[in-house]
C-alpha cells in the first residue's frame, strides 16, 4: 500500500497544525495561566502567517504553491531559531524587555489591536516551563522543523500530483 501524501494534503495538515498550536498556547495562556513572554508571542505571530501560508498553498496549483512554500521557509527557520533563542538565552534572563521579538512585536500592534492572543504578558523566566517534561519552546521548535521540511518538500518536488 502506497502512503504517499500529496503536497496539497501536507499543507494543509501543517497549516492546520500551526493554527492548533496557537489555540493550545491560547487555552495555556487563559485556562493554565501559562503568561506569554515576548518571544512566546513572537512565535505565535510566526505560527499564525505560517498557518495562513501553508493553508494559501494547499489551495492554489503546483507552480505558485512551490512558490509560496518557498516564501514560508524563512519564517519556519525564524521559528526555530525564536525557540533557540527562548531556551539558550532568554529564559536565563531576568528582564527580556525591548529584545527583538518585542520590538517585532510591537511594530506589528498586534498587542494593542488583539491583546488577548499577542499581549506579552510574562518575562522570559517567568514564562519558561515544561509541558510533560519538555520545555514548551520545544514543542514549538519541533513543529517549526516539521513545517519547515514539508515547506522544504513543497519546494524540491513540486511535480508530484495534487
Avoid at 21 to 32: I, P, W
Avoid at 73 to 91: E, N, R, S, T
Avoid at 109 to 129: H, I, K, N, S
Wanted: positive net charge; glycine residues 6%; aromatic residues 6%.
Amino acid at each position: 500500500m502506497n502512503l504517499r501524501l500529496s503536497p496539497r494534503v501536507l499543507l494543509a495538515t501543517a497549516g492546520l497544525a500551526c493554527a492548533a498550536s496557537v489555540g493550545l498556547a491560547l487555552l495555556a495562556q487563559h485556562q493554565f495561566n501559562m503568561q506569554p513572554c515576548p518571544w512566546c508571542v513572537l512565535q505565535r505571530l510566526i505560527f499564525v502567517a505560517l498557518a495562513g501560508l501553508c493553508l494559501l498553498g494547499a489551495a492554489l496549483p503546483a507552480l505558485p504553491r512551490r512558490l509560496v512554500s518557498a516564501l514560508a521557509m524563512p519564517l519556519a527557520a525564524g521559528g526555530i531559531a525564536a525557540a533557540l533563542w527562548q531556551h539558550f538565552v532568554a529564559a536565563k534572563t531576568s528582564s527580556c524587555d525591548m529584545t527583538l521579538a518585542d520590538r517585532i512585536v510591537m511594530a506589528t500592534g498586534l498587542d494593542r489591536q488583539l491583546p488577548e492572543w499577542f499581549e506579552v504578558r510574562a518575562t522570559c523566566a517567568d514564562a519558561a516551563v515544561s509541558v510533560l517534561g519538555v520545555p514548551f519552546e520545544f514543542w514549538a521548535l519541533a513543529l517549526f522543523a516539521i513545517v519547515g521540511l514539508v515547506l522544504l518538500l513543497n519546494v524540491l518536488n513540486p511535480a508530484r500530483r495534487a
